[in-house]
């Protein structure tokens, strides 16, 4: 069944897009991307290849997730979300659990953020007393744990639930990534999506000393002179 997955995404691979998104993934010597290969298929048929495959077991899942292939990767955490999706609450604590030992191949930024709020941010949603987890993963060394962090946060986010994405937002304040400084950004925008208010009381405390791609991403949405007022500090 494995095999047969890999040359289904194979037959969708396209070299010239591959290396279009080489460059966009910065797979270059020193680059954050550095050594991961791209097919160059398709999210969408990512997606509808993973679809195929929802009895996948776990080790299956895991040989897949070991690839260094991207799309093998990104095909594995599509296939995880949908099992998880259609889990119990026993069976999402064993892929909660799995994806939280595989962060090390949840290496590169789109499949940190295709899957991590579906699957910890989802887990942890109804378990409060059990998301210490993510403030371990926000003071990581590794860039991708930093970033499952703070992304996690997105289901809480929707519930309107503020603090915790909040909390991580202040102890990534200083870190020296541009990702982590968009991830960030991005999560302050939702947060203002659904209450300005929450957004301004955090931004009044640290923008200015908040790097300029987070704080340009957390307030895109504002009106104009309140945008300005941020941006001039």
Request: glycine share 4%; hydrophobic share 35%; proline share 1%.
């Amino acid at each position: 069944m494995l095999d047969q997955l890999k040359k289904e995404l194979q037959k969708l691979a396209n070299s010239e897009k591959a290396k279009d998104l080489s460059r966009f993934f910065k797979t270059g010597k020193g680059q954050y991307g550095e050594g991961d290969i791209f097919l160059g298929v398709s999210v969408p048929d990512q997606r509808k290849t993973a679809r195929k495959y929802p009895n996948l077991s776990l080790d299956e899942i895991q040989e897949l997730l070991s690839s260094k292939v991207h799309e093998h990767r990104l095909t594995s955490l599509f296939i995880l979300i949908n099992k998880y999706q259609k889990s119990d609450d026993k069976n999402k604590k064993k892929m909660f659990d799995f994806y939280l030992k595989n962060t090390k191949n949840i290496n590169n930024w789109d499949l940190v953020d295709s899957s991590s709020s579906y699957i910890v941010g989802d887990y942890l949603l109804n378990k409060a007393e059990k998301r210490t987890i993510l403030y371990k993963l926000a003071e990581s060394k590794n860039l991708w744990e930093r970033r499952i962090a703070v992304i996690s946060t997105f289901a809480f986010i929707k519930n309107n639930e503020f603090e915790d994405a909040l909390k991580i937002a202040e102890i990534l304040l200083n870190d020296e990534y541009d990702l982590i400084h968009k991830a960030v950004g991005w999560m302050l925008r939702e947060i203002g999506n659904r209450n300005q208010a929450e957004e301004e009381n955090f931004l009044k405390k640290h923008y200015k000393k908040m790097p300029r791609t987070m704080l340009r991403y957390a307030v895109e949405k504002f009106q104009k002179n309140k945008k300005e007022f941020y941006m001039k500090k």
